[in-house]
């Protein structure tokens, strides 16, 4: 079946103003943030940075097939690439472990998408990964909540969607659930592309449980990383083609024109 790089073939050409932002557009943007932006991006379009990126070193040698196709196709999309990277963070460090990347882009007038990076498959970012599985809180939760408090304070007058794949994913949730009522109210809705869930003593905090009917998670029929602890939001089993080793990514979930292909559950 179709999947997200041919919604961009597709739809690529829309305007938000023909065709409202969904969640193709957010499970784009999730995998968009694993590109290797650099601060002389920000600023600019990101046609602007698919282009310096297309001349780098790291384009041509190290960034697989789909990710070099991604880049392409938005280059050649109003929809997407016309959108301005407002901000892109990224940090690693080993004590405590961290491995964290996030931008900001321009949707429209008065709203913004902030979008957290999984997991880069470095030891540092293997090392959060487990601790995720066991321990109610990492560093880097934290540090994306500081991130979209950070963001919402630059941009007062905005609201904004919150989206991430993976580790990403958690962070999105976790950033909204711990921000504070002002911040909540004007997320729109964060959205976990195979993200891990929380333990209870995190989601039954008050102001985690205040932001849960903005949150929602995706994953793929054979998910392994966004079944991993509780979710307390609202689940949807996507279709998908590949074998369960590739249904991680994104990329990989069908599309039917611009949404996608809900399955019946989980597989066994």
């Not at 784009?28 to 310096?52: M, N």
């Not at 991993?228 to 990514?249: F, G, W």
Request: aromatic share 10%; net charge positive.
């Amino acid at each position: 079946m179709a999947g997200l790089l041919d919604y961009l073939r597709w739809r690529g050409d829309l305007s938000y103003k023909q065709a409202e932002f969904n969640s193709c557009d957010a499970g784009l943007l999730a995998t968009i943030a694993y590109w290797p932006f650099e601060k002389e991006d920000v600023g600019h379009s990101l046609r602007h940075a698919t282009k310096r990126m297309k001349e780098t070193k790291k384009f041509k040698e190290d960034l697989g097939k789909e990710a070099k196709e991604e880049i392409e196709l938005v280059n050649l999309s109003p929809r997407i690439g016309d959108m301005q990277l407002l901000d892109w963070n990224t940090q690693k460090r080993a004590n405590p472990a961290l491995q964290f990347a996030a931008m900001t882009v321009r949707l429209s007038k008065h709203k913004i998408v902030v979008s957290f990076r999984g997991t880069d498959w470095s030891m540092i970012g293997l090392q959060e990964d487990m601790a995720m599985s066991y321990t109610d809180e990492i560093y880097g939760q934290e540090v994306a909540a500081d991130y979209l408090r950070d963001i919402a304070h630059r941009f007062p007058f905005d609201k904004i969607y919150v989206v991430g794949h993976s580790k990403g994913g958690n962070y999105a949730c976790y950033s909204v659930g711990a921000c504070g009522k002002m911040i909540q109210d004007r997320v729109i809705q964060a959205i976990s592309f195979d993200g891990p869930g929380f333990t209870k003593q995190v989601y039954d905090a008050p102001a985690f449980k205040r932001a849960i009917p903005k949150m929602k998670t995706y994953v793929p029929e054979s998910s392994l990383f966004g079944i991993m602890l509780d979710h307390p939001d609202r689940v949807l089993v996507v279709k998908s083609t590949y074998p369960m080793a590739h249904q991680h990514n994104p990329r990989h979930w069908s599309i039917g024109r611009d949404r996608y292909v809900l399955a019946k559950g989980l597989t066994r």
